[in-house]
């Protein structure tokens, strides 16, 4: 079985620039998870989606985030413009059902912001 | 919300040696799990253990949840388990998973 794939795995761009970061989960998942880690941190959950609706997004700055998950499979995560301070990890994850259930991560997209 | 407090936030060991980390909650939590990232960044959960003892190899977990903490026990490392290990659970009636700030692990030969 696959695991979740995330692309691209790395990603460097300058400041103001749009960036997007694109997640397929594991088969049958209904759960999407976008998490951002920083250096020495734990993941921060931005953003979780069950099928195709986002049921917690407290925690995504809309003034340049934004997220969709169409037809509650594959979910883009994309930053516009984007600024110094977002550099780090952007991690993916699904489960199986609702709820804070077993998560299985992506290999996360590391964005370098210059 | 909970504040997840992971000790030691460091440790080194020699290959074989045996070691505990150990998380604790400022609140009651549930869905608590452990998770190790390696050195390439790849994030495995280990265990979803609210409650209770479980164990998988070298590897065994215990939850208190009526005193707000959790153990990680791990013998006989190996340099593969080098990494961060992160616990992290939600509040009760909540379902965002809050993580703690980890334990770098390093394993040397």
């Known amino acids: 079985e696959a695991g979740v794939v995330q692309s691209p795995r790395y990603k460097i761009i300058e400041k103001k620039q749009p960036v997007a970061f694109w997640c397929n989960p594991i088969?049958?998942?209904?759960?999407l998870y976008w998490y951002l880690q920083n250096l020495g941190q734990g993941p921060e959950l931005l953003i979780r989606?069950?099928?195709?609706?986002?049921?917690?997004d407290s925690q995504l700055p809309k003034d340049r985030f934004s997220a969709e998950r169409l037809k509650g499979v594959d979910s883009t995560l994309k930053i516009q413009p984007a600024e110094l301070g977002d550099s780090a990890v952007y991690l993916c994850?699904?489960?199986?059902?609702?709820?804070?259930?077993?998560?299985?991560f992506g290999p996360g997209t590391r964005l370098t912001v210059l | 919300g909970i504040q997840v407090e992971q000790s030691p936030p460091d440790l080194i060991l020699q290959e074989g040696a045996n070691s505990t980390l150990r998380c604790n909650f400022s609140?009651?939590?549930?869905?608590l799990q452990w998770f190790h990232q390696n050195p390439w960044g790849q994030l495995i959960n280990l265990f979803y253990?609210?409650?209770g003892t479980k164990q998988n190899g070298r590897l065994s977990a215990t939850t208190v949840a009526t005193e707000r903490y959790s153990l990680l026990y791990i013998s006989s490392s190996q340099t593969t388990d080098s990494g961060v290990y992160f616990c992290?659970?939600?509040?009760?009636?909540?379902?965002?998973?809050?993580f703690g700030q980890g334990t770098r692990l390093t394993i040397n030969p």
């Open positions: 253990i609210p409650s």
């Open positions: 088969s049958g998942h209904n759960t």
């Open positions: 994850a699904s489960s199986p059902g609702g709820g804070a259930d077993t998560q299985y």
């Open positions: 989606y069950e099928n195709e609706e986002a049921v917690d």
């Open positions: 609140d009651s939590v549930n869905n």
């Open positions: 992290a659970g939600t509040l009760q009636g909540a379902q965002k998973l809050v």
